[in-house]
């Protein structure tokens, strides 16, 4: 069965406090995303990655940044948390040129 | 701005009713149109998905109703059934952007048995 997993379903973080959000996948896929998820908003690109060491902004990377050091894992990093990105967080993973997202079951960041 | 557009933000329907969700869309660069169904405490997952080149795609009890000329796409939950309660959304695929998906606000339905 395929799965994507990210590592910490809930997390309290204090403002200014810097944050990372793990993703990893098992299906040996070279797309990721990283997704926020906010009421009445829908699911927004933070940020994507088509390779080991790529990555490209979505349409809110402010105050985002990501790594992706392995083909299977890609990581969310807040360098300075904000009350604003309290959120949930949806990592994704896919194969080239697919409309078809695998998530993982979402990260919920609450940031005081 | 808002690319993918979609109605209504919320939707109660009796047990055996129609479901219908509505999008629309302004770029006409999209190639793919998937609906994603998201159940609470889990990420969403892909339901049913339509190509422009196509007006209408069955599968089950969803289908895709698409208008290309109206830039509308909508689905169709026929016999809805209260296991169908789930949050969905609509997508569109930038085709010359190597598959990235914009997302619409979400349904959120609710079947009453």
């Known amino acids: 069965d395929v799965k994507v997993t990210q590592s910490s379903r809930y997390l309290v973080k204090r403002t200014g406090e810097k944050v990372f959000l793990e993703c990893v996948q098992d299906?040996?896929?070279?797309?990721m995303f990283w997704y926020r998820q906010d009421p009445g908003l829908g699911l927004r690109l933070i940020y994507f990655?088509?390779?080991?060491?790529?990555?490209e902004k979505g349409d809110i990377p402010e105050g985002y940044s990501v790594s992706r050091e392995k083909k299977e894992r890609f990581s969310l990093i807040l360098e300075s948390a904000s009350t604003n990105q309290t959120s949930m967080y949806l990592c994704?993973?896919?194969?080239?040129?697919?409309?078809?997202?695998?998530f993982g079951e979402g990260s919920r960041l609450t940031v005081l | 701005q808002q690319q993918v557009k979609q109605s209504p933000q919320s939707l109660i329907v009796q047990k055996g009713g129609i479901s219908i969700i509505n999008c629309a869309y302004e770029?006409?660069?999209?190639?793919?149109f998937p609906w994603y169904q998201q159940f609470p405490g889990k990420g969403p997952a892909l339901l049913i998905a339509?190509?422009?080149?196509?007006s209408e795609k069955k599968e089950g009890r969803f289908t895709i109703s698409f208008n290309k000329s109206a830039k509308q796409f909508s689905l169709h939950i026929m016999d809805s059934q209260p296991g169908d309660s789930a949050t969905y959304f609509c997508?569109?695929?930038?085709?010359?952007?190597?598959?990235?998906?914009?997302f619409g606000q979400g349904t959120e339905l609710s079947v009453k048995p």
């Open positions: 770029n006409t660069a999209f190639d793919y």
């Open positions: 339509i190509r422009p080149d196509v």
């Open positions: 997508a569109a695929r930038r085709g010359n952007q190597g598959g990235k998906l914009i």
């Open positions: 990655s088509y390779d080991v060491k790529m990555k």
């Open positions: 299906m040996d896929h070279e797309n």
């Open positions: 994704a993973s896919s194969r080239p040129n697919t409309g078809e997202l695998f």
